[in-house]
């Protein structure tokens, strides 16, 4: 969704459903459900998946889950992946769908949930974002995972400097920090594997001692994963 491409994390992604075939379901509320994003999706994802849409704002088609059994529904798929874009606008809505609910659900079923920037830092206590349009601020999250999360580090000097901030003055608490061509796998709300594809790409933790921020490694193994 970010490259333009088929890239090698999205490879990485189907293969961890564990399905030659598996059922994905994209949902780009961060977007608005814009329409070029789920084309690029259904581009790239259409010759190795049963690709589907959970889209609210947009009329119903043969690829769109029903609104009015979301939970059900979304607990049938191997993956959802949820896009970029804004973060809060996203939670406000899915508040409204019972899509929260429907997600937690999900991830306690065992499906497999990912997704990129907003649709990283969503499942987390706390997010770090651009949401208000005025600069960076933390929001609560879905609380999935424990902490805080941003994207993006070492890739945006302005989010990576008011995150440092934020860390240090107690606004955010411990929170990941995974750059661009980064990603990071949790199990069982801890986190297994970093995936790096580009030079780069990498996730760290800042935490604070009150006076300073500092970086920590993650307990988890560095994959690298291949262009193809």
């Known amino acids: 969704m970010m490259e333009g491409r088929f890239s090698p994390i999205d490879r990485e992604f189907l293969r961890l459903t564990g399905k030659p075939w598996p059922k994905v379901c994209i949902i780009p509320t961060p977007t608005g459900d814009a329409e070029e994003v789920l084309e690029r999706f259904y581009s790239a994802y259409d010759s190795s998946c049963d690709a589907r849409q959970l889209t609210p704002f947009r009329k119903m088609t043969d690829r769109s889950i029903p609104l009015r059994d979301i939970a059900d529904e979304l607990c049938r798929f191997d993956a959802l992946f949820v896009t970029g874009g804004n ?17 937690l659900n999900a991830y306690q079923s065992g499906v497999l949930i990912a997704g990129m920037s907003a649709g990283a830092i969503c499942w987390f206590e706390q997010a770090f974002t651009d949401s208000y349009g005025d600069g960076y601020a933390p ?3 879905l609380g999935l995972l424990a902490g805080g999360c941003s994207a993006h580090h070492k890739f945006d000097g302005a989010r990576t400097a008011a995150l440092i901030e934020s860390v240090r003055t107690g606004l955010m608490p411990r929170t990941l920090a995974i750059d661009d061509y980064g990603a990071v796998l949790f199990t069982d709300q801890v986190p ?17 001692d009150g006076l300073s921020v500092f970086e920590s490694s993650l307990s988890a193994v560095t994959t ?5």
């Open 87 to 103: 973060t809060k606008s996203a939670l406000g809505v899915w508040h409204e769908w019972g899509i929260d609910q429907a997600l």
């Open 224 to 228: 690298i994963l291949e262009q193809v």
């Open 139 to 141: 929001i609560r999250g």
């Open 192 to 208: 297994k594997t970093i995936y790096s594809w580009q030079a780069g790409g990498s996730a760290r933790y800042l935490n604070t």
